[in-house]
């Protein structure tokens, strides 16, 4: 079974358009977190979620609205896409705490938005 | 705020050979988790070695060993015998618990190319 699993893969869109992507772990984090990958590989996060409460909301516009109905799950919805939303969107879980701790990460879904 | 700097955007070193990936990171905290990344062209974020940060032995798995200097807030990484299935985009990373939930912080990446 897949740890961190989203969908889709590869989303190719138009501008203006709303698109929303999925994530979902099994491996019963607290904690998930939706981060961006630009061009240059830079890694910013986005978003943190503990136990479906948001912690972490980094300047991000607000067209990007993350949801989270339970604590397996994180989707990301975007409303309004843009050219510059174009990117490698990863979603990941930790333990809120613990040894041995360490992130999980999905496979990323690759954007294009056209 | 928590930063993690990578100061070498990219690295080659000879397949066999030895390579050091650096990285130092900014915190007033005493008690986090520095990891370092791999990230192949498959994309898919892969975990290379952790140390906790009130371990004072560095951490070593198999070919990938740390040097964590807690005072200098420095995490390289070493590489020993590179193999070509080792190039990848590496990253260091920077993680904290606190009451509300943990934080990962990323630097901004080392393109390692292992040549034949």
């Known amino acids: 079974d897949t740890a961190v699993s989203q969908t889709p893969k590869y989303l190719v869109t138009q501008m203006g358009n709303d698109k929303s992507i999925k994530c979902e772990q099994n491996?019963?984090?607290?904690?998930m977190y939706w981060y961006k990958q630009d061009s240059k590989k830079f890694l910013k996060i986005m978003f943190s979620y503990n136990n479906k409460e948001l912690i972490i909301n980094e300047t991000v516009p607000n067209r990007f609205s993350p949801k989270s109905p339970d604590k397996a799950h994180l989707n990301l919805h975007i409303n309004s896409l843009e050219l510059g939303d174009s990117a490698v969107y990863f979603c990941?879980?930790?333990?809120?705490?613990?040894?041995?701790?360490?992130?999980?990460f999905g496979q990323g879904t690759r954007l294009t938005v056209v | 705020a928590q930063t993690v700097t990578q100061s070498q955007p990219e690295m080659s070193v000879q397949e066999a050979e030895t390579v050091t990936l650096s990285c130092t990171y900014d915190?007033?905290?005493?008690?986090?988790?520095l990891f370092w990344y791999k990230q192949p062209p498959s994309r898919q974020m892969i975990l290379v070695i952790r140390?906790?940060?009130?371990?004072?032995q560095n951490a070593t798995e198999n070919r990938f060993s740390v040097n964590f200097q807690k005072a200098a807030k420095s995490f390289s990484l070493k590489i020993s015998d590179s193999q070509l299935g080792d190039t990848a985009m590496y990253f260091c990373?920077?993680?904290?618990?606190?009451?509300?939930?943990?934080?990962?912080?990323f630097g901004e990446g080392t393109q390692l190319t292992v040549n034949p």
């Open positions: 140390q906790e940060a009130y371990k004072q």
């Open positions: 990941a879980s930790s333990p809120r705490s613990g040894m041995n701790t360490e992130a999980f």
């Open positions: 491996l019963g984090h607290d904690t």
């Open positions: 990373a920077f993680m904290k618990h606190g009451t509300s939930g943990s934080r990962l912080t």
């Open positions: 915190t007033s905290e005493n008690n986090y988790y």
